[in-house]
């Protein structure tokens, strides 16, 4: 956990991609399943989860790490196209089996659980 874990879901976001939490404390196992069954085009790894995830299993991704900034852009990316009924996140629960099966959120998801603990936790424009 970390600002650029932050930064990195964010970037993900705006950019109209879906975040895939990998743990690198997870097995390796369940870690190359994920990979496997997300098949994402680009990959955020320092180098504990690279070594995590290892180098075959990123063999096709395009692997960026999170602690190196890109250059600034001059505009505020917008993905015109982007609606609220396209995934936010796809989360890996244990499944039933044991085999990690994942679970695909949607924007519209996210914003009413938001909408609905609002009144508890008082979110604003500023969060």
């Known amino acids: 956990r970390s600002p650029a874990l932050v930064v990195g879901l964010l ?19 369940r870690l190359t399943h994920i990979l496997a069954d997300a098949a ?6 320092d180098a504990a989860g690279r ?5 075959a299993a990123l063999a096709s991704c ?8 890109p250059a600034l852009p001059d505009t505020n990316p917008s ?3 982007l609606t609220a009924r396209h ?3 796809v989360i890996y629960t244990s499944g039933s089996t ?17 909408e609905a603990t609002q009144p508890w936790y008082g ?3 500023h969060d």
């Not at 970037?11 to 404390?25: C, E, H, N, R, T």
């Not at 395009?62 to 900034?69: C, S």
């Not at 044991?98 to 659980?113: D, F, I, N, S």
């Open 87 to 89: 995934l936010a996140y």
């Open 79 to 81: 993905v015109a196209a």
């Open 62 to 69: 395009t692997v960026l790490n999170p602690a190196i900034l």
């Open 51 to 55: 070594t995590a995830l290892g180098e």
């Open 40 to 45: 994402p085009k680009i990959v955020l790894a």
């Open 123 to 125: 979110f604003n424009e």
């Open 98 to 114: 044991g085999t990690p099966k994942g679970v695909m959120v949607e924007h519209a998801q996210v914003v009413r659980l938001f």
């Open 11 to 29: 970037a993900i976001l705006k950019a109209g991609g879906a975040y895939v939490p990998l743990d690198p404390s997870y097995p390796s196992e």
